[in-house]
C-alpha cells in the first residue's frame, strides 16, 4: 500500500499540518494494512522560517513602535514549500 501527499501549486504547508497528515496516515495504515506491514517516511523538502512583526494596536502605538524599518521579524515556525 503507497500513499503520496502531492501539491499541484506552490503552497506553504507549516509544520503542524504535516504532523497531523503523518498521524492521520498512520492510524489508516494501522487499520487496513496492521501495525507491522508498512514503513511511513515523510519526506519534505525545503524547509523556510516563517517570521512575525508583531505591531502594537494600543493607544499611542505609533509613538512607540517603528513601523517597517528594520522589519525583519522574530522566528515563528517552520513551513514546507
Not at 500513499?3 to 492510524?27: D, M, Q, T
Not at 489508516?28 to 501495525?35: I, N
Not at 508498512?38 to 502594537?56: A, D, E, G, S, T
Request: net charge positive; with cysteine; hydrophobic share 40%.
Amino acid at each position: 500500500c503507497c500513499v503520496h501527499l502531492a501539491s499541484w501549486e506552490k503552497e506553504n504547508i507549516s509544520s503542524e499540518s504535516l504532523e497531523a497528515a503523518r498521524i492521520a496516515c498512520n492510524k489508516y495504515m494501522v487499520k487496513t494494512a496492521g501495525k507491522e506491514a508498512f514503513h511511513l517516511r515523510v519526506r519534505v523538502h525545503c524547509w523556510h522560517v516563517l517570521r512575525i512583526n508583531k505591531m502594537l494596536s494600543c493607544a499611542g502605538a505609533d509613538r512607540l513602535q517603528t513601523g517597517m524599518r528594520g522589519a525583519f521579524g522574530k522566528p515563528q515556525g517552520v513551513c514546507a514549500r
